[in-house]
């Protein structure tokens, strides 16, 4: 199992965040920014085993949300802004940053916002803002996020194969299993995300600016944030790498943990 230090906190001038750090001290940290509605308790547990064998994984709260104090932004870049003084905060110098679905939004406008601090940047499962052309949400996505609660359906970010079903229930049943989770996302904050979400004008009219290596990777069938987003993404950066995972969607890297894990291995030490 992973090594973990216990839940942490950083007084910061968003308010005090609270975040964890797994794994093997030394080298460039990987730092992860959560999903919409995600804590950092919403990581499966054998994912962040996976990745953190031979290095240091860095995950928090962004203010107000779970254990963490403060407020919501209400814009993508202030959600930047957030991780980046987390960061400065540790004394880093530079992380590698994986973001999915909204963090890795937040990753892209990050590495635009403040380019010294994040060396390579793995953006999964998101968007680089509207794609009028292509495959665009499904209908149901917008319902889903607006719910009050969520039930396990709701979060099931798989095609609807047996195979698929099955790996997103068990990774469901690995997060429900976590000791001491802490607090979902409020409603407040949930409006916080869906206002930031609203008024990012998104990258691609800056895409050739994102100049450092970057992994894009989904499931090929992701619906939440249609796959073609993830192709246009890698067309338009510089220095891109595009991975899609068969009878995978939106959770693709709880489905294919080794695979995945073994995929950031390669780029982070490439």
């Given at each position: 199992?992973?090594?973990?230090?216990?839940?942490?906190?950083?007084?910061?001038?968003f308010g005090r965040l609270a975040w964890r750090e797994d794994g093997t001290p030394?080298?460039?940290?990987?730092?992860?920014?959560?999903?919409?509605?995600?804590?950092?308790?919403?990581?499966?547990?054998?994912?962040?085993?996976?990745?953190?064998?031979?290095?240091?994984?860095?995950?928090?709260?962004?203010?107000?949300?779970?254990?963490?104090?403060?407020?919501?932004?209400?814009?993508?870049?202030?959600?930047?802004?957030?991780?980046?003084?987390?960061?400065?905060?540790?004394?880093?110098?530079?992380?590698?940053?994986?973001?999915?679905?909204?963090?890795?939004?937040?990753?892209?406008?990050?590495?635009?916002?403040?380019?010294?601090?994040?060396?390579?940047?793995?953006?999964?499962?998101?968007?680089?803002?509207?794609?009028?052309?292509?495959?665009?949400?499904?209908?149901?996505?917008?319902?889903?996020?607006?719910?009050?609660?969520?039930?396990?359906?709701?979060?099931?970010?798989?095609?609807?194969?047996?195979?698929?079903?099955?790996?997103?229930?068990?990774?469901?049943?690995?997060?429900?299993?976590?000791?001491?989770?802490?607090?979902?996302?409020?409603?407040?904050?949930?409006?916080?995300?869906?206002?930031?979400?609203?008024?990012?004008?998104?990258?691609?009219?800056?895409?050739?600016?994102?100049?450092?290596?970057?992994?894009?990777?989904?499931?090929?069938?992701?619906?939440?944030?249609?796959?073609?987003?993830?192709?246009?993404?890698?067309?338009?950066?510089?220095?891109?790498?595009?991975?899609?995972?068969?009878?995978?969607?939106?959770?693709?890297?709880?489905?294919?943990?080794?695979?995945?894990?073994?995929?950031?291995?390669?780029?982070?030490?490439?």
């Amino acid at each position: 199992m992973a090594v973990n230090s216990g839940i942490k906190s950083l007084c910061t001038s968003f308010g005090r965040l609270a975040w964890r750090e797994d794994g093997t001290p030394g080298g460039v940290p990987l730092l992860l920014l959560q999903r919409f509605r995600g804590t950092m308790d919403d990581w499966d547990p054998a994912f962040i085993d996976e990745i953190c064998k031979d290095r240091r994984i860095i995950r928090f709260d962004s203010a107000g949300i779970g254990r963490s104090e403060g407020a919501v932004p209400d814009t993508i870049a202030g959600h930047a802004a957030v991780a980046a003084e987390f960061i400065r905060g540790l004394n880093l110098a530079q992380v590698d940053i994986l973001g999915w679905s909204l963090g890795g939004v937040v990753a892209q406008q990050f590495a635009l916002d403040f380019p010294r601090l994040v060396r390579r940047l793995i953006v999964a499962g998101s968007s680089p803002g509207a794609v009028m052309e292509g495959p665009q949400q499904h209908p149901r996505v917008p319902q889903i996020m607006t719910k009050p609660e969520n039930d396990e359906d709701d979060f099931l970010f798989y095609p609807e194969t047996e195979s698929a079903v099955a790996a997103g229930r068990a990774s469901l049943a690995r997060l429900a299993s976590m000791p001491e989770r802490g607090p979902e996302v409020g409603a407040a904050s949930l409006m916080g995300q869906i206002e930031a979400i609203s008024s990012w004008p998104g990258v691609l009219h800056r895409a050739r600016e994102l100049r450092l290596p970057m992994l894009v990777a989904n499931g090929a069938h992701d619906v939440m944030l249609p796959t073609y987003r993830s192709y246009v993404l890698a067309q338009q950066a510089t220095d891109a790498k595009l991975v899609l995972y068969p009878d995978a969607g939106h959770a693709f890297l709880f489905q294919y943990i080794d695979d995945f894990a073994a995929e950031i291995d390669r780029f982070l030490e490439g």
